[in-house]
Nanobody, 115 residues
Framework: QVQLVESGGGLVQAGGSLRLSCAAS????????LGWYRQAPGKQRELVATITSGGNTNYAVSVNGRFTISRDNAKNTLNLQMNSLRPEDTGVYYC?????????WGQGTQVTVST
């Protein structure tokens, strides 16, 4: 059974930093594309960042230059370093794994940025 467990969320003041992690079990990160998505209250889930098996990254315009996605295949973990956080970054952050024919989601971790 595949499980993705996010951690590292919390409450932070604007301008602060958080580091999210996603630990995977029942699956081995290999050629999968990994990603972080978020969902703010009353809004649709949106892409934050992705990283391919080759290390190519892609970021939403709103987080580019502030967030850094990384993966450690040996530890089967995915990370998201979030700096210069803004209130509009508030939401539930989800880990995502995409592989041929299927995909997986974590349960999410809450990030709240106060003014």
């Amino acid at each position: 059974q595949v499980q993705l467990v996010e951690s590292g969320g919390g409450l932070v003041q604007a301008g602060g930093s958080l580091r999210l992690s996603c630990a995977a079990s029942g699956i081995i990160f290999g050629i999968d594309t990994l990603g972080w998505y978020r969902q703010a209250p009353g809004k649709q889930r949106e892409l934050v960042a992705t990283i391919t098996s080759g290390g190519n990254t892609n970021y939403a315009v709103s987080v580019n230059g502030r967030f850094t996605i990384s993966r450690d295949n040996a530890k089967n973990t995915l990370n998201l370093q979030m700096n210069s956080l803004r209130p509009e970054d508030t939401g539930v952050y989800y880990c995502h794994v995409a592989r041929v024919g299927t995909y997986y989601w974590g349960q999410g971790t809450q990030v709240t940025v106060s003014t």
